[in-house]
């Protein structure tokens, strides 16, 4: 049964087949019969039909919401610990949106001003060659997105991190442009067809991965995806090294090229060029804040990581370890590559030959520590 009341100058509807309770109280009028009870019981009536409609859809989605809860996006993607937004903060915007409502993203993307960017025509001389890569949440299709654009524009704009490699590349899930900033961070590129005067991301589908215990993100198949585009684009062939690393990584491509010196043939304790860097001490294992890699080792994963066992289910940098191990790529541990919080327990960037340190996920701790890993540089020079 239907029933329309009266509410000022609107009219509320709602449904009130199948709730007796309700049906006692309102009564059943016929089209020629006069309401048996007053305005204000009409009112009280309507207030515990809504009520009990809300509690029987609450006590029916509840499987869902407990489904959607455990299917939540994770961190950023070699996050071992998720941290609790803020929904009203800047930019935590629904994770299962297709970017943020009543945005009209042509409209953005032609007002956004450009952003003053280093000409890295240079940095491709800088040697052993580095092919350096990241995936970067975006506005709009991921809760942290706002954090990891703004840690990429921040490095994109210094010329540091990935940015000083001799080649880059930035993957998204959809693409933007980095060298444009709106409202809503890095705009879209209208179409996914970036024009000349763009910098654009790689588009490689979505970045949402699945949680698994001690919320560990299992986002192996979105790095299957990325690997299947440096695949795709040959990149690789012209460089010695192939890194990846996390935006929220503070690291040093000029430290790095120092370390890898001695890992080409040539050079004294040099080792095999089929090799990958492990840089946990504590886990025995490469942890996915940095991810280096001799060319040889990168050819033979983005050509066979199809095919390597253990794919579903896991975390990526666990993934990649057994994938190089059924490759038949030999390890080295470089307990000098990385100071992570989740390997070591502890943070410090007051350190002059250290590579990377990781976390640091909004900008300005994200520069304290660029900064106190150079000032630890130049007091070992003196």
């Known amino acids: 049964m239907k029933k329309t009341i009266p509410a000022t100058s609107a009219l509320v509807s709602f449904d009130t087949s199948g709730i007796p309770e309700v049906e006692a109280l309102i009564g059943t009028c016929g089209k020629d019969q006069a309401p048996r009870i007053s305005w204000h019981q009409h009112r009280f009536a309507m207030a515990i039909a809504l009520a009990v409609a809300a509690g029987l859809a609450l006590t029916a989605c509840s499987p869902v919401f407990r489904h959607l809860a455990m299917a939540s ?44 960017v280093p000409n890295f025509t240079a940095n491709g001389v800088g040697w052993p060659s580095l092919f350096c890569w990241c995936i970067m949440l975006t506005v709009g299709n991921h809760p942290l997105g706002w954090m990891e654009e703004k840690l990429i524009k921040q490095q994109l704009e210094k010329g540091i991190g990935i940015f000083a490699c001799n080649e880059w590349a930035v993957m998204s899930d959809i693409s933007v442009t980095l060298n444009r900033w709106g409202p809503h961070g890095f705009p879209r590129i209208p179409g996914g067809k970036p024009g000349s005067f763009d910098m ?141 919080k989740y390997c070591d327990g502890y943070n410090n960037c007051h350190d002059a030959w250290k590579v990377a340190f990781h976390p640091y996920k909004d900008t300005e701790r994200f520069m304290r520590c660029h900064g106190s890993a150079s000032q630890a540089a130049l007091e070992k020079q003196r």
Request: hydrophobic share 35%; charged share 20%.
């Open 73 to 116: 996006p994770a961190s950023s993607i070699s996050e071992q610990a998720i941290p609790i937004l803020d929904p009203t903060a800047d930019g935590a915007l629904d994770p299962t949106a297709d970017g943020a409502i009543d945005v009209d993203y042509e409209l953005e993307y032609s007002k956004s001003g450009f952003l003053t």
């Open 200 to 340: 654009p991301t790689w588009a490689i589908g979505s970045t949402k991965a699945q949680k698994g215990v001690e919320s560990n993100p299992l986002n192996s198949v979105i790095f299957k995806m990325a690997w299947d585009a440096l695949r795709s684009s040959r990149k690789l062939e012209r460089h010695d090294w192939v890194v990846k690393v996390d935006p929220d990584a503070v690291w040093f491509p000029g430290r790095l090229r120092t370390h890898l010196q001695v890992y080409i043939k040539g050079h004294e304790n040099s080792l095999a060029d089929n090799v990958y860097l492990q840089n946990c001490v504590h886990f025995q294992t490469m942890q996915g804040p940095i991810e280096v890699m001799s060319k040889r080792a990168a050819t033979a994963l983005q050509n066979n990581i199809k095919q390597c066992g253990g794919l579903w289910g896991t975390g990526e940098d666990q993934f990649l370890v057994k994938c190089l191990k059924q490759l038949g790529v030999s390890s080295h541990m470089e307990e000098t590559l990385l100071n992570d």
